[in-house]
């Protein structure tokens, strides 16, 4: 009987569980390409034995994403809880059991797509994972925040790493495994 660890981390030599049945869902937003270094990583540490539909959320209007107007902008976007309209993607709810959401901390709170996306699609009943970026880690706010758009649904796990992209620290890596480990455990 292998342990749930190596279930979903299985050592040379040996296959990936394959869990064909059920799907996850990765919806993020990353500006300056923070959170996507983290669903990358996620992705590779998910690896192919699971179905997973990845969903780049994506303002009509773009933001800035250089200069004083980057925070300007951005930050009382995001102080004011705008919801930007998205370019069109695809979510039914129905298709997935896990929904992992990715997002860089804006103004203290989350960045204006994800409020779009969570106001959009009330995900209820599902394995819930946040993974938030920023530069002074601080995020409880922004989890709670979160917690409170999902309703009656629970975070089931929990990241929050600061500029990763910078730093690709093998910490962070470690983090990432964890927030995924204890996704997949809590699929059974
Ligand atoms: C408009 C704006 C507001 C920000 N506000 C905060 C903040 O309140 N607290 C914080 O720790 N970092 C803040 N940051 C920094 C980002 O959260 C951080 O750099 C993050 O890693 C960026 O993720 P990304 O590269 O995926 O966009 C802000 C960045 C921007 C652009």
């Known amino acids: 009987m292998k342990d749930s660890f190596s279930r979903y981390f299985p050592g040379k030599g040996e296959k990936m569980i394959r869990n064909k049945d059920r799907k996850i869902a990765v ?8 959170t996507e270094y983290v669903i990358q990583r996620i992705l590779e540490t998910i690896g192919d034995g699971t179905a997973v539909d990845v969903i780049r ?3 009509v209007r773009p933001y ?14 995001a102080s ?9 993607y695809s979510f039914d709810p129905k298709k997935y059991d896990a929904v992992i959401v990715g997002s860089p901390i804006w103004a203290g709170t989350i960045a204006p797509p994800i409020r779009t996306f969570l106001l959009a699609n009330r995900i209820r009943g ?8 920023s530069s002074s880690g ?11 758009y999902l309703k ?6 929990k990241l929050s790493l ?6 690709k620290s093998g910490g962070d890596l470690y983090e990432i495994r964890r927030f995924v480990r204890e996704i997949m455990e809590a699929r059974g």
Request: aromatic share 6%.
């Open 27 to 34: 919806v993020y937003f990353s500006l300056g390409g923070n």
């Open 126 to 133: 599902k394995k819930i994972g946040v993974a938030l970026c």
């Open 64 to 77: 800035a994403d250089a200069g004083p107007m980057k925070y300007i902008k951005g930050g009382a976007a």
């Open 57 to 59: 959320l994506e303002p």
């Open 138 to 148: 601080r995020a409880d706010k922004c989890f709670s925040r979160i917690e409170k």
């Open 152 to 157: 009656k649904t629970e975070i089931i796990s």
């Open 80 to 88: 004011l809880g705008s919801r930007p309209q998205l370019k069109p």
């Open 162 to 167: 600061v500029d990763p992209a910078k730093k």
